[in-house]
């Protein structure tokens, strides 16, 4: 008996990696909407059915037939469209203008990993409530509460959009940081923000360490520190992440950290100041996503010079006029009062509108291109049969306004209803335990 348990035990660990019990189908829900966005298309089809069974979509059209004993959800009067994504978010790092004056490096000191996890958790129903389904968190989540996040979200404790999330940051010595020499000698201070990566093997040591602990991607400072990487490093970052099927984002801040980045074929660029045409144009060629993080104006507590601002613009502006594959992208980690993290999200809008993309490709980048950044674009986003059930709907039309999004009245996620006329009514999304599997790690 000792060993057939001990057998069942070791099995039970070494299962680690597998995916989420498939649940049996549960009931059927039948959403009728008035007007259905497909951001593929950039067009609204009227009076469309959306037939729910479980987690996924079963069937889409005018005339599906809606079985008897199914719920009815009358989106009538809205349009309905898949959920949103932010390519850029940090859901465990909020830094205030109390009492750490918003200078980050205070809040890795002063708050520890169980209550950013916490934080982030309530972030992430800030997120899911303004309609984002999918955000991938790029590191600064303290010693893995970003994984911590994601495994309650998927393991069912918890509501939050789905999360592709980075572990920690990997960069050459010190990260994005400039730690003192007494910091450095014990690494006992700010030191779970960033991994330290300065020759082959620490890199490939540093990506294992990642993929041990949840990462869902690999995110590295390019050129965070003046040795920064080159593409033959990053290029070894690429292979090492391959392995395990995962892909590199670059926070990159120098037109030499672009090149090199861009030169290795690295799967996302995270930050727009360091890109100008010519790099757009080989970004263009090679297919690399674009994460601009383009801030705002009129940001409470976070100014951003006007002069900084039309440069922004402009480099988003000359990305699209580049066809360089856009994702909206946030980089959001701060507190700003009376907003949600999901509100502050959604004024990023701003500067897309300012740069003067038609709305339809706006919603491409903040829908379909997300999905792709995030690879989720087999399985989950669009609203299409066999898909995950993830959908919102707001009163008005983002194709006509795209500040209709701001309005998200309505959020499913995996076929439960988290949200219903403006209001987040998220209890069949808390449970006493993992209830879709406690081997989802
Ligand atoms: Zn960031």
Redesign the pocket.
Known sequence: MRRILLSLIVCAVCGGFVAAQQPAPGPVTAIRAGRLLDPEAGRVLTNQIILIEGTRIRDVGPNVAIPAGAQTIDLSAMTVLPGLVDA???LALTYKPEPESNIYYYTYVAESTALRAIQAASNGIQMLASGFTIVRD???NANYADTALRQAIEQGWIPGPTIINSGIIIGGMGGQFFPTPEMVKDHNIVYPEYLDADTPDEIVKAVRQNVLFGARVIKICVDCKPYGYTADEIRLFIREAAKVGMKVEG?VQTPRGADAAIEAGIWSI??SGALDEAKHKLMAQKGIWRAG?ETPTGIAGHPVSEQAYQRTVAGLKNAYDNKVPLTFST?A?YYVAGKTRGELCLEFLKTWKDAGIPNADILRAITINGYKVSETEKTRGPIKAGFSADLIAVPGNPLDDVDALKNVRFVMKDGQVFKRDGVMTPAAFFHGGPVNGWRIR
């Open positions: 850029h978010n940090h790029m590191g600064n926070h995270a930050h993080t980089d980690d």
